[in-house]
């Protein structure tokens, strides 16, 4: 699941693909001055990256950039980010004006 960082879900991901909006996509792209963090099972966030002016998803796997920095593990159903080395329930983007 990618969420706003308020918690609003931005699009679920099942069977290989992003679903958004009642539509299937194989890559995400959210473009802006972004941060990005993970929440566990409780909510409770890891560290915050960025800023960045762009986070794609493409294939499950997450990049900042050209660097890749998590992807969806589609055996636990969660996260894993590379940055941490551990895995999370939800990865979540705020804009610069959010953070």
Aim: aromatic residues 14%; glycine residues 8%.
């Amino acid at each position: 699941m990618l969420c706003q960082g308020d918690g609003i879900v931005i699009a679920t991901r099942h069977d290989h693909y992003w679903h958004l909006h009642g539509e299937r996509y194989s890559r995400l792209a959210i473009e802006g001055s972004l941060w990005f963090y993970f929440e566990d099972r409780e909510k409770r966030p890891s560290r915050r990256s960025g800023p960045t002016g762009a986070v794609h998803c493409i294939d499950g796997v997450a990049y900042d950039g050209d660097q890749i920095c998590a992807f969806c593990d589609q055996q636990r159903n969660d996260w894993y980010s590379y940055r941490d080395s551990r895995h999370w329930m939800v990865m979540c983007l705020t804009t610069i004006e959010q953070a």
